[in-house]
Structures are given as C-alpha cells and as structure tokens.
C-alpha cells in the first residue's frame, strides 16, 4: 500500500494514459488532488469518485462532438 502512494506522489502527466490523466485533471479542479496524492483515489468518497466520473463523461462525449463537427 504505501508503494501506491509514493507512486501516487510523483504523478508525471505525460506519461499517462488519456483517460487517466483526465481523471487527475478534473480531481485537480475539484480540489481533490493532495487527497488522491496523500491516501491513494481509495480515500474518495462515493460522491466525489461520482462527480469525477461524470465530469469525464461529459467531457469525453463532448470531445467526441467536436471531433465530428470538425469532419463535417
């Protein structure tokens, strides 16, 4: 366990996945970063791992209507 939080600690954001670092970009406007950082995305409460997951949602269905509206 304390392996994922030193992992968690010294996040580079260029080296993860899309969707992963979407997901650490929404926690970070959510003000939720230093927790994830500290005590691992375990430490979120339903309410807030909701709101990011929705928040990707949105944004990943909105990414995808201006990829067609751009081919259009």
């Known amino acids: 366990m304390s392996k994922k939080k030193s992992e968690t600690n010294n996040i580079n954001l260029s080296?993860?996945?899309?969707?992963?670092?979407?997901?650490?970009?929404?926690?970070?406007?959510?003000?939720?970063?230093?927790?994830?950082?500290?005590?691992g995305w375990k430490s979120l409460s339903a309410k807030e791992t909701g709101r990011i997951g929705g928040i990707m949602t949105k944004r990943k269905k909105q990414m995808q209507m201006e990829g067609i509206n751009k081919q259009q």
């Not at 996945?17 to 230093?34: N, Q, R, V």
């Open 15 to 39: 080296d993860l996945k899309p969707d992963e670092k979407l997901k650490y970009e929404i926690a970070t406007e959510l003000g939720l970063l230093d927790k994830v950082k500290s005590d």
